[in-house]
């Protein structure tokens, strides 16, 4: 018996938008969903959000309450897991499984000058200092 596939399914755009305030808010409602998306898809239809919702639960991507009128969506995975997921599928698929390559690109015109500075600080406070690496603890 083969052990079933414990990553989370992989979201459309459009469901990506619907976790994403999910995530920021909390469980919803599909109009309280509707509601916060509209700040940045006015175009987007009550009942567009309502089937997508439906669609993203028969995924597995939300959780359903349905003890009350009025469904409540809860995300089904925590955005750190799914973010990993579709991170190792670009990895994988766009940069030959090459995370440096990943990296160079992003390097190369998606970063702004404070988000390289951030990057450089990160850096910095994870590398280990070479006298520490033999654990003696000498300078």
Do not use: C
Not at 57 to 65: A, F, I, S, T
Not at 113 to 118: A, I, T
């Amino acid at each position: 018996m083969s052990r079933p596939d414990t990553r989370p399914p992989k979201p459309t755009a459009a469901e990506l938008d619907l976790l994403r305030v999910i995530w920021r808010q909390g469980p919803s409602t599909a109009r309280e969903v509707h509601l916060a998306l509209q700040v940045e898809r006015p175009e987007v239809q009550p009942a567009t959000v309502l089937r997508l919702l439906q669609v993203m639960h028969g995924k597995g991507l939300v959780v359903r309450d349905e003890s009350q009128r009025s469904h409540v969506y809860a995300a089904a995975h925590a955005r750190d897991a799914l973010q990993t997921n579709l991170l190792d599928e670009l990895i994988q698929k766009v940069f030959s499984g090459s995370g440096k390559a990943l990296v160079m690109a992003a390097l190369e015109g998606h970063v702004s000058e404070g988000e390289r500075d951030e990057i450089r600080r990160l850096l910095e406070e994870t590398e280990v200092p070479p006298a520490d690496q033999g654990g003696t603890g000498h300078a």
